[in-house]
């Protein structure tokens, strides 16, 4: 599956943001292995990635105000929103890792033990640089910045 979407203001990108966050919801009834759902997110600095996470993070009922997490790599917080944490996701993993120099400093964090819980849902900013480690269905979204506040929207999920 691969869609490719063009929004023309913020207010366009949070509603598509929206979008995307709750038809990850159908993730549980795909074999996904079992692990957690992450979602690799893709773009230049200011294209869009913390932006996403945050109006991603909302939608799902994360109380905790989502802020770059680049100086600590990441973050973990509670879902409250009680039909998602029920049913499906409990904790919202929000990772930069920008900084890091390579993948082992990723795993030294549990990053296994993250992605191996089918409760969890991890969106990570600057995921080209833990390429490798991604769990093999995850979610792709590459954002671009185009002109005057648009930004080009990609989602790709692989076939299970
Ligand atoms: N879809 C968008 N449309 C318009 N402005 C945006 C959009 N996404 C982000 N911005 C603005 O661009 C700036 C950087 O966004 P941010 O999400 O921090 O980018 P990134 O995490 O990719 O570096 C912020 O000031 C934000 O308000
Ligand atoms: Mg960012």
Redesign the pocket.
Known sequence: MKKRII?K??EE??SLVQIIAKNSLSRLNLDNGGGATVLALY??????????A?AFAETLGVKEKIK?PTFIIFRKSKIENKEWSEKVFENFYHFDVYRIHNEKEILNLGWEEIISNPRNIVLV?WADKIESILPKNHIEVV?KHKEE???EVEVMMAKV
């Open positions: 929004t203001n913020l990108f949070i773009g230049e600095l200011g294209a869009g990635k913390t932006t996403f945050r770059s900013e954002l506040g648009k930004r």
